[in-house]
């Protein structure tokens, strides 16, 4: 358990679509980051939040955009889906900067 | 670029077999993590390596870290069928004073299967 949970655990989208993905931290996690995982490959990392803004950016189009709510709560928007997209997302989050992050068990996006 | 290389890819193993995975990277990390997964399930972290040297094992698994060869290997010992999975690692590389990190790059995975 890690109290990292992830909404939905499903979702079908089309191309072109917009999706919306929710993670719900512990209380006191002021930094959350983003994972995006293919299937048959290591995660690859989206972007990170601290403290509700912005901390750093993988190789990602600007169609992936997030947010950090001061409830520890976070959303990871994908906007003009794409038939690549279809993955494992994962968020993770800990306490402070430079503390181990904890994973939520990810939501799976199909994109049809 | 930081580039993080597992080998092998694929490790089948017999029951009671030792092996070693490793885990290469290319740039400067003082911090170094294994994970665990399972299929269709997320990451389950296994140990969290913080130094040069550092060393920690948990039952049958063992892992270390040399920063200067940036280097980490995950050590089975005695394979036992429950610890079939797919192993990661991921490297948080050093950053400047006053920045985060938790920025992984991760590895390709080692499929782990261990049969009777």
């Known amino acids: 358990e890690t109290g990292v949970t992830q909404s939905p655990t499903h979702l079908i989208k089309t191309r072109g679509q917009q999706v919306t993905l929710r993670c719900s931290s512990q209380s006191g996690h002021n930094t959350v980051s983003w994972y995006q995982q293919a299937l048959g490959q290591g995660p690859q990392f989206i972007f990170q939040?601290?403290?509700?803004?912005?901390?750093g950016r993988g190789n990602f189009p600007p169609r992936f955009s997030g947010l950090q709510f001061p409830n520890y709560s976070s959303e990871l928007n994908v906007n003009a889906l794409e038939l690549d997209d279809s993955a494992l997302y994962l968020c993770?989050?800990?306490?402070?900067?430079?503390?181990?992050?904890?994973f939520g068990d990810g939501t799976r996006l199909s994109i049809l | 670029e930081l580039k993080v290389e597992q080998n092998p890819l694929f490790l089948s193993m017999q029951e009671g077999k030792n092996y070693t995975i490793y885990c290469n990277y290319s740039?400067?990390?003082?911090?170094l993590y294994w994970y665990r997964q399972d299929p269709g399930k997320s990451l389950e972290s296994l140990f969290v390596?913080?130094?040069?040297?550092a060393v920690k094992q948990e039952g049958r698994l063992m892992a270390s870290l040399d920063t200067k060869a940036r280097l980490s290997t995950l050590h089975i010992t005695a394979a036992v069928h429950d610890l079939s999975a797919t192993y990661f690692c991921?490297?948080?590389?050093?950053?400047?004073?006053?920045?985060?990190?938790?920025?992984?790059?991760f590895g390709q995975g080692t499929i782990l299967t261990v049969h009777p």
């Open positions: 939040y601290y403290r509700e803004e912005e901390n």
């Open positions: 993770a989050s800990s306490f402070d900067i430079k503390q181990p992050q904890h």
């Open positions: 390596l913080l130094s040069n040297g």
């Open positions: 991921a490297v948080d590389p050093t950053v400047p004073r006053g920045t985060s990190y938790g920025k992984l790059t």
């Open positions: 740039t400067t990390s003082d911090r």
